[in-house]
């Protein structure tokens, strides 16, 4: 690998794809309930090729079917391929957009005054350090969600720039200049997955990982983890106030109240 980055640096609130199409939404949800497509003919009567309709985008009775077996929102499957959230600009927050196989990684870099946060490293070993050099950013406060190669990738070349790694135990906070630090499981798509709230700019913002994207979830390998994120993120992250802005790890920034709205994973109202 050269030295140089093909990563670059985005504004919070550039509107960049969602990460998961609802192709992706079906499947996760199939995964999560430990289902095969054969499971779906015996159970509830949609065929291979139904299916294949549903995840084309066809809206059927049998989609209805199954959305309601899955606690699915039918409104935000329907709705699911002109979902675009949207979020207000703030200069102290800034996304390395990094190189992933065919796909990029979110790391998230928060400058505030003294104080220079980042989440994630990226995948490669120095897109992030490549970048950061770049734009002049050092005395990194370093941040990671989960313990997966797309945003671990780069923490060894990051050794020189960073000022201390944290490590939070779960529930508890930290401050830093004006910011503070609240440390959230997130467990589910991996275990361990931290999520952090920050509070001290003009919005709370939470990182999610791959916990949440706009419009879906991380994928989880079985029915167990699969019910362990849906349930951490209604306790942690669906409850926080709805301008919370959610910054995962991979696609656009969203916010609590539209993902509250638009994501098909979630159907409860939260008080
Ligand atoms: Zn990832």
């Given at each position: 690998m050269s030295t140089s980055s093909s990563g670059k640096l985005t504004r919070l609130a550039a509107a960049i794809p969602l990460e998961d199409d609802l192709h992706y939404v079906w499947r996760k949800a199939l995964r999560g309930h430990e289902l095969s497509v054969a499971d779906l003919q015996t159970r509830w009567g949609v065929s291979a090729a139904e299916w294949d309709a549903i995840l084309a985008g066809?809206?059927?009775?049998?989609?209805?079917?199954?959305a309601a077996a899955w606690q699915l929102s039918p409104a935000a499957l329907r709705h699911h391929s002109h979902y675009q959230p949207e979020v207000?600009?703030?200069t102290?927050?800034?996304?390395?957009?990094?190189?992933?196989?065919?796909?990029?990684?979110?790391?998230?870099l928060i400058r505030d005054e003294d104080q220079t946060l980042l989440f994630d490293t990226g995948y490669g070993e120095n897109d992030a350090r490549a970048l950061l050099n770049h734009i002049g950013a050092a005395d990194l406060q370093l941040f990671l969600t989960h313990d997966h190669r797309d945003h671990v990738g780069g923490i060894s070349a990051l050794r020189s720039l960073t000022q201390k790694q944290h490590s939070l135990p779960l529930g508890s906070s930290i401050t830093l200049g004006n910011?503070?630090?609240?440390?959230?499981?997130?467990?589910?798509?991996?275990?361990?997955?931290?999520?952090y709230l920050i509070e001290g700019l003009s919005k709370p913002l939470c990182v999610v990982g791959d916990a949440l994207f706009a419009g879906s979830i991380g994928g989880?390998?079985?029915?167990?983890?699969?019910?362990?994120?849906?349930?951490?993120?209604?306790?942690?992250?669906?409850?926080?106030?709805?301008?919370?802005?959610l910054l995962p790890g991979h696609g656009p920034a969203t916010t609590v109240a539209q993902e509250r709205a638009n994501n098909p994973f979630f159907t409860e109202p939260v008080s």
């Open positions: 066809e809206w059927s009775k049998q989609a209805e079917n199954l207000p600009h703030l102290s927050v800034s996304r390395l957009q990094l190189p992933f196989e065919n796909d990029t990684v979110n790391a998230w910011l503070k630090i609240k440390c959230l499981d997130l467990a589910g798509h991996c275990l361990p997955s931290y999520g989880c390998p079985d029915s167990f983890t699969y019910e362990m994120a849906l349930r951490n993120l209604h306790h942690h992250v669906l409850s926080l106030t709805g301008e919370t802005i």
